[in-house]
């Protein structure tokens, strides 16, 4: 099927609707102008023609329970990644811009094993040493239509900026810079080979295989990586038990080490594979856990990091005031949210984890829960936090589908107890620390004496923590757009009064006084 331009008016119309539909949702609002938010099968239908860069962030917009409603999220969690082949001429334009006249292969198979958004990957041998390697391809294309679909979105956000409250802007806005920053690393594929150097690095005492990548024949449309063999996760859903036997592995012991990896990635490393579909993971003939597709890789900032240790271990250990500070950390608590809101969301987290029936739950669910709780709150929540509860979903998924009872909460706790303190670095580094301490000792009384003859002398300033600093910026940002309101009113009114038509005094003094009255009010 032959896709249409990107600029097709058309198709620009349908990018409208897509992202008014959005703005729509997140206001709560019914229309806007006369414009009414598309139903939920007709929001999945035109993300599905729109292509690639739509389905992409709507799999990221499937994961905000905290802005649309459950019936809009049923729809957006089905979509997949699944497409078409490549046609036999993309095929062949795509290699030959990979490879030139140097082709590497003694054997390259034409059919695909894999097809998605992206690309799709093919078997070959190469040519020396004759090894059996899995080829990504870019599909043909794909780079100029993410570009110019980004620029639209961009660009469509700029125009509905000014109709619309600044929490709805900043929400979407972030979501529309985070999105394309992801989806343009995922689209060079040198990056995802430089995730997987990395991936193996760092967790080379993990009991988990990853691809070996050769760096030769790779290039920011091709990845060249060893060709690993195993049954998918996503294929042992649907087999039956008798079939899974025969690999001889205990998928209870899978699921441990998937839920044990995923901790230290998030926890101890703050680097993790944040697209852990089941069609993305293999059990290999020994019984060995091997990830797949790296494009879609996170790194948790450090203050990030502590923050999501913080806020569990407090709700875990029943915290109220840590489990608040740490949600403050975060950025999920606004500055102006009222402490009564404040402590009916925590309340309402408490409440999950005191749940003595806890087993009846799904991780799932409670991620949805607190999401959904959100809506009625002032609250954000940041994304690099909506990649790990992604994470989470997907692996709760993937267990509940073969695992009675299974709920990866109860298995989290007790692995918390023993890498929270790695996690901090309390193991590794505490003499080390401690040692540091010691020798900062005296700039520490030095600093202690600074802020006294500060304090004397009137100097003294004050840090302002960052959501301070957003409250302040929005409240001043606020003022100033209705003083410059007032103001242009103020100067049509006094060229009014200074023109000659019938009615322009009238006109004029009204114009003027009510710019006048406009910069009272925001004074």
């Keep these: 099927m032959k896709l249409m331009s990107p600029y097709n008016p058309h198709r620009i119309y349908a990018i409208f609707t897509f992202v008014m539909t959005v703005f729509l949702i997140i206001m709560k609002r019914?229309?806007?102008?006369?414009?009414?938010?598309?139903?939920?099968?007709?929001?999945?239908?035109?993300?599905?023609?729109?292509?690639?860069?739509?389905?992409?962030?709507?799999?990221v917009l499937a994961t905000r329970a905290d802005f649309f409603p459950p019936e809009y999220l049923q729809k957006l969690k089905q979509l997949h990644d699944e497409v078409e082949p490549m046609s036999e001429r993309d095929l062949e334009r795509v290699f030959s811009q990979a490879f030139g006249n140097k082709?590497?292969?003694?054997?390259?198979?034409?059919?695909p094993i894999a097809s998605a958004t992206i690309g799709q990957v093919h078997v070959a041998y190469l040519k020396d040493p004759k090894t059996r390697v899995a080829v990504k391809l870019r599909?043909?294309?794909?780079?100029k239509r993410v570009v110019a679909d980004i620029k639209i979105l961009t660009l469509l956000n700029k125009f509905f900026k000014p109709m619309f409250s600044s929490y709805t802007n900043n929400s979407i806005e972030t979501l529309i810079m985070e999105f394309s920053e992801m989806i343009l690393l995922e689209i060079d594929l040198r990056n995802e080979l430089e995730n997987i150097r990395e991936f193996s690095t760092i967790y080379a005492k993990e009991d988990?295989?990853?691809?070996?990548?050769?760096?030769?024949?790779?290039?920011?449309?091709?990845?060249?990586?060893?060709?690993?063999?195993?049954?998918?996760?996503?294929?042992?859903?649907q087999k039956t038990q008798s079939t899974v036997n025969k690999i001889q592995f205990n998928f209870n012991h899978i699921m441990e080490q998937l839920i044990r990896f995923y901790i230290v990635q998030i926890l101890a490393k703050g680097?993790?594979?944040?697209?852990?579909?089941?069609?993305?993971?293999?059990?290999?003939?020994?019984?060995?856990?091997?990830?797949?597709?790296?494009?879609?890789?996170?790194?948790?900032?450090?203050?990030?990091?502590?923050?999501?240790?913080?806020?569990?271990?407090a709700a875990y250990e029943y915290e109220f005031e840590r489990f608040i500070a740490a949600c403050t950390k975060l950025g999920i608590i606004a500055y102006e949210a009222p402490k009564a809101q404040i402590q009916?969301?925590?309340?309402?987290?408490?409440?999950?984890?005191?749940?003595?029936?806890?087993?009846?739950?799904?991780?799932q669910d409670l991620a949805f829960e607190l999401l959904g709780s959100m809506q009625a709150f002032p609250f954000k929540l940041p994304q690099d936090v909506v990649y790990v509860i992604r994470a989470g979903v997907m692996i709760e998924g993937l267990g509940t589908a073969r695992v009675e009872n299974f709920n990866s909460v109860k298995d989290i706790f007790p692995l918390l107890k023993v890498y929270i303190p790695q996690a901090l670095l309390l193991e590794e580094q505490l003499i080390q620390s401690l040692f540091k301490e010691v020798q900062n000792f005296p700039l520490i009384l030095r600093r202690v004496r600074d802020i006294f003859y500060h304090l004397n002398d009137g100097s003294m300033s004050m840090k302002?923590?960052?959501?301070?600093?957003?409250?302040?910026?929005?409240?001043?940002?606020?003022?100033?757009?209705?003083?410059?309101?007032?103001?242009?009113?103020?100067?049509f009114g006094i060229a009014f009064l200074h023109t000659f038509f019938p009615g322009h005094l009238v006109l004029g003094w009204f114009v003027l006084i009510l710019g006048a009255l406009k910069m009272v009010y925001s004074l």
Aim: aromatic share 14%.
């Design 208 to 237: 988990i295989v990853f691809p070996k990548t050769y760096a030769t024949f790779s290039s920011e449309s091709v990845l060249v990586m060893s060709f690993e063999e195993g049954i998918r996760l996503s294929d042992m859903v």
């Design 139 to 143: 599909r043909f294309g794909i780079k």
């Design 464 to 491: 302002v923590a960052r959501d301070q600093m957003d409250w302040v910026e929005k409240e001043v940002r606020g003022y100033m757009k209705h003083l410059v309101a007032g103001f242009i009113l103020m100067l």
């Design 30 to 59: 019914k229309q806007f102008l006369g414009f009414k938010p598309l139903s939920p099968d007709r929001f999945k239908e035109t993300i599905d023609q729109l292509g690639v860069c739509f389905i992409k962030f709507a799999q």
């Design 271 to 313: 680097v993790f594979h944040a697209d852990p579909h089941p069609g993305n993971m293999l059990i290999n003939s020994y019984g060995k856990l091997v990830m797949l597709d790296f494009g879609m890789v996170k790194r948790i900032p450090n203050e990030t990091r502590f923050a999501i240790i913080e806020m569990v271990k």
């Design 103 to 111: 082709n590497p292969f003694s054997h390259f198979e034409q059919t």
């Design 344 to 363: 009916e969301y925590a309340k309402r987290v408490f409440d999950i984890f005191g749940d003595d029936h806890l087993s009846a739950s799904t991780m």
